[in-house]
């Protein structure tokens, strides 16, 4: 149904806003009496539009993990998700990239002995390490390498850290030598003709 502006013929911003108010009514009641109104009742419950993530890890630009109760899906790759059903997952792998060690990446070992690089240039240590414990939660068994991955990730969080404080305080103290020395400069001029 399509309500169309008294002036243009075209659909209005009241249709707009009529839409908008269906679709979260639909998110909220799920397979209620509005989702058999637009047709979309019979959905499989395995559609990833309609669940809700559990975790996401936002990394890069347009780049994502989301942690769903049956699988991970990394979205910005390719112009595609890529879709990984959590109990085929035996082992996360996490290396630092190439040319830039902070930008890690994210690697997955299936049970068939195969291999995928999940994630290359993730910077998101800090909502990753808070997706790890879910991840482990949900997989049961699931090895990690290295395997205080967590603990790594949380030095990782704490040196990064302490260079930032350190370059901080660097750029300051520059900062207070050059006021120095240019009160320095301006007094013994003002003082000596």
Same mark, same amino acid.
């Given at each position: 149904m ?11 911003? @009241? #249709?707009h806003a ?13 397979t209620g ?8 009742a ?7 539009v309609?669940?809700?993530?559990? #975790?996401?890890?936002? @990394?890069?630009?347009?780049k994502?993990l989301?942690?769903?109760h049956d ?6 790759q ?15 792998t996490?290396v630092p ?10 690697m997955?070992d $299936? ?11 993730? #910077?998101?240590?800090?909502g990753f390490?808070?997706m ?17 991955? #967590?603990?790594?990730?949380?030095q ?12 901080y305080?660097? @750029?300051?103290?520059v ?7 240019? $009160? ?10």
């Amino acid at each position: 149904m399509q309500h169309l502006s008294s002036e243009t013929g075209k659909p209005g911003y @009241f #249709s707009h806003a009529l839409d908008a108010l269906c679709a979260m009514l639909y998110n909220l009641i799920g397979t209620g009496p509005l989702a058999k109104l637009d047709g979309t009742a019979g959905m499989n419950e395995n559609d990833t539009v309609n669940k809700e993530p559990i #975790s996401i890890v936002r @990394f890069g630009i347009g780049k994502e993990l989301r942690l769903y109760h049956d699988e991970l899906v990394v979205t910005g790759q390719e112009d595609q998700a890529l879709h990984v059903q959590l109990d085929a997952i035996k082992r996360l792998t996490l290396v630092p990239g190439d040319p830039n060690p902070s930008k890690l990446v994210l690697m997955a070992d $299936f049970d068939d002995d195969t291999t995928i690089i999940l994630a290359e240039g993730m #910077s998101n240590v800090r909502g990753f390490r808070a997706m790890l414990p879910l991840l482990q939660e949900m997989i049961p068994g699931l090895e990690l390498d290295p395997p205080d991955m #967590s603990e790594q990730l949380w030095q990782a969080l704490n040196t990064r850290r302490a260079w930032n404080i350190t370059c901080y305080g660097i @750029f300051l103290l520059v900062c207070l030598v050059l006021v120095a020395l240019y $009160f320095i400069v301006a007094y013994l001029g003002a003082h000596h003709p």
